[in-house]
């Protein structure tokens, strides 16, 4: 059955959609990045060994060989503001030229990053964002608000009757699981059947999702749907729904198409997929930067699509396309 019929979510798979590009950046003249050996470029992933950022760091780095330049990657083992911070401080201490990153909280890199941009580094952000965003040259991410409420409505669809509903996150201060967050809320709001139990957050910690997610079902034995907002979140989830005896009865919704996650899937423990586009975010960072050393306009933000992705539908060929990777060969 068609995915888009199955589950009655509008959503439009859209490669790149800009969001402003009546707000289009300058770049001004051409930097010092942008010619001979310097065409240097660095990208500081949100966390390494995450299929989400393995498959963005295979975007920038493709993005960048077509165009002439290099990339150094980094990132934290973790998505930690408090492991990220000494990767920025050392990769800053060189003075880049370009720099792309995923920052891993609103407010502890804004002061960072800010310097770097007064400094002459020209700042990209992909996926997630700071406080004062503006100072980036350019801004791309997913459509976070709408795969939150996609999420919700994938779950309607799932459990029509409706019931308490619970969001598992990594933890607050990171704009894009508060943007699902809050347009799941929304969602919920607009069905009187359906009743949030709100936010529990598991630190970006598989284990202790599992473990919230199991205490949850304890206490609210009437839970018919979870959403997760990230690969972490997800597969712990489907553990805990699975440890509780539950797996089919709570409609388990997540973000991020991870090998993890597409194996809860076949098992029947996660019901559906909300995948991003982490390859498409990295190569328009690429562009992005490129842009800004090279005095080239560029769109000041860009929204990237989103696909459901459900176990009918997996092996179509427009999932295996929207499934994450471990490598970039």
Request: hydrophobic share 40%.
């Given at each position: 059955?068609?995915?888009?019929?199955?589950?009655?979510?509008?959503?439009?798979?859209?490669?790149?959609?800009?969001?402003?590009?009546?707000?289009?950046?300058?770049?001004?003249?051409?930097?010092?990045?942008?010619?001979?050996?310097?065409?240097?470029?660095?990208?500081?992933?949100?966390?390494?060994?995450?299929?989400?950022?393995?498959?963005?760091?295979?975007?920038?780095?493709?993005?960048?060989?077509?165009?002439?330049?290099?990339?150094?990657?980094?990132?934290?083992?973790?998505?930690?503001?408090?492991?990220?911070?000494?990767?920025?401080?050392?990769?800053?201490?060189?003075?880049?030229?370009?720099?792309?990153?995923?920052?891993?909280?609103?407010?502890?890199?804004?002061?960072?990053?800010?310097?770097?941009?007064?400094?002459?580094?020209?700042?990209?952000?992909?996926?997630?964002?700071?406080?004062?965003?503006?100072?980036?040259?350019?801004?791309?991410?997913?459509?976070?608000?709408?795969?939150?409420?996609?999420?919700?409505?994938?779950?309607?669809?799932?459990?029509?009757?409706?019931?308490?509903?619970?969001?598992?996150?990594?933890?607050?201060?990171?704009?894009t699981s508060q943007e699902r967050t809050q347009g799941f809320a929304d969602?919920?709001?607009?069905?009187?059947?359906?009743?949030?139990?709100?936010?529990?957050?598991?630190?970006?910690?598989?284990?202790?999702?599992?473990?919230?997610?199991?205490?949850?079902?304890?206490?609210?034995?009437?839970?018919?749907?979870?959403?997760?907002?990230?690969?972490?979140?997800?597969?712990?989830?489907?553990?805990?729904?699975?440890?509780?005896?539950?797996?089919?009865?709570?409609?388990?919704v997540t973000f991020d198409a991870g090998p993890d996650q597409v194996s809860?899937?076949?098992?029947?423990?996660?019901?559906?997929?909300?995948?991003?586009?982490?390859?498409?975010?990295?190569?328009?960072?690429?562009?992005?930067?490129?842009?800004?050393?090279?005095?080239?306009?560029?769109?000041?933000?860009?929204?990237?699509?989103?696909?459901?992705?459900?176990?009918?539908?997996?092996?179509?060929?427009?999932?295996?396309?929207?499934?994450?990777?471990?490598?970039?060969?």
């Amino acid at each position: 059955m068609n995915l888009r019929n199955r589950l009655g979510v509008g959503v439009v798979i859209a490669a790149v959609t800009t969001l402003s590009i009546a707000g289009c950046s300058s770049g001004g003249t051409v930097a010092s990045g942008g010619t001979g050996s310097n065409k240097k470029l660095v990208f500081i992933q949100g966390e390494a060994p995450n299929n989400f950022y393995i498959s963005m760091k295979c975007g920038v780095e493709s993005a960048a060989k077509r165009a002439g330049y290099t990339v150094t990657t980094q990132g934290g083992q973790k998505f930690d503001p408090t492991l990220q911070l000494p990767i920025v401080q050392s990769v800053l201490a060189n003075k880049p030229t370009a720099l792309i990153i995923a920052p891993t909280d609103t407010s502890a890199l804004q002061q960072p990053l800010q310097q770097a941009v007064t400094n002459g580094t020209k700042l990209v952000l992909v996926d997630t964002t700071l406080d004062t965003p503006s100072i980036a040259f350019s801004s791309i991410a997913s459509d976070n608000k709408g795969g939150g409420a996609a999420a919700f409505q994938a779950i309607k669809k799932l459990a029509p009757n409706g019931g308490k509903v619970l969001v598992i996150d990594n933890q607050p201060g990171i704009s894009t699981s508060q943007e699902r967050t809050q347009g799941f809320a929304d969602g919920v709001k607009t069905d009187p059947k359906f009743k949030n139990l709100g936010v529990q957050y598991a630190q970006d910690d598989s284990t202790k999702a599992a473990q919230v997610v199991s205490a949850a079902l304890q206490r609210n034995r009437d839970i018919v749907g979870i959403f997760a907002t990230n690969v972490h979140s997800a597969v712990g989830a489907a553990t805990g729904v699975q440890q509780a005896g539950k797996t089919g009865k709570v409609q388990v919704v997540t973000f991020d198409a991870g090998p993890d996650q597409v194996s809860a899937l076949k098992d029947g423990t996660i019901q559906a997929l909300i995948a991003q586009q982490p390859e498409k975010i990295g190569e328009e960072g690429a562009k992005a930067a490129i842009a800004a050393l090279e005095g080239k306009p560029f769109a000041k933000n860009i929204a990237t699509g989103f696909s459901i992705i459900t176990k009918a539908d997996l092996n179509s060929p427009t999932s295996q396309a929207a499934l994450y990777k471990s490598s970039c060969s």
